[in-house]
């Protein structure tokens, strides 16, 4: 790029068009430049991780627009709902018509879908993952000293030693959940009802 910046962080290929992406520093304050030009323009305290959708029409991004407080952008605008400590993972629906993260308060991890926090409040989490619909959302969380699914806010019953991402059937109407409870290694497909019953 002919342009420059104070700071750039990591920069991003659109995976259709090939153009560029990278946050960027102007006169103290973080913007998102495409191919050298700002797309977003310089507001925010900080910006990365950002993620085009799978359509490549949007683009999100972990964003702080005050300082201390985190929470997602897209398109240049900052969600309503802030985290202290961080937001990472930002995972868009396949048809990019949703978005998720998970977001961090003190201790408690929180999983945070369309800028909506979800209730249930988890020692760990990991990234969000989208029924191929989108409808559903489910996430592998540790919870009272074991690892378990959540779906749509809704923990399932087991509690285990061990458990990996949660995979949706190509109808998005049933989990492979993977998991170690008492030192047995458990392959199951689940409804996705059974879970949310």
């Not at 359509?55 to 398109?75: I, Q």
């Not at 995979?167 to 998991?179: I, M, N």
């Amino acid at each position: 790029w002919s342009q420059s910046f104070g700071s750039v962080w990591e920069p991003s290929f659109h995976h259709t068009s090939g153009v560029v992406v990278a946050p960027v520093r102007v006169k103290g304050k973080w913007g998102m430049a495409q191919d050298g030009d700002l797309v977003w323009q310089p507001s925010f305290i900080q910006i990365w991780r950002q993620v085009f959708s799978p359509d490549g029409r949007k683009l999100a991004a972990v964003v702080a627009p005050k300082y201390g407080r985190w929470t997602l952008a897209v398109d240049g605008k900052a969600w309503g709902t802030l985290f202290k400590d961080m937001v990472t993972d930002p995972v868009w629906s396949q048809d990019g018509s949703r978005l998720a993260a998970l977001g961090k308060n003190g201790q408690d991890w929180r999983i945070i879908v369309d800028d909506k926090i979800w209730t249930n409040r988890f020692a760990m989490a990991w990234a969000p993952v989208f029924s191929p619909a989108g409808d559903v959302v489910a996430a592998k969380v540790e919870v009272e000293g074991g690892y378990t699914l959540v779906v749509n806010d809704k923990l399932w019953s087991h509690r285990c030693e061990a458990a990996w991402d949660p995979v949706f059937s190509p109808a998005g109407d049933r989990l492979l959940v993977k998991t170690i409870e008492d030192g047995t290694y458990y392959r199951r497909v689940l409804p996705v009802t059974d879970i949310l019953a």
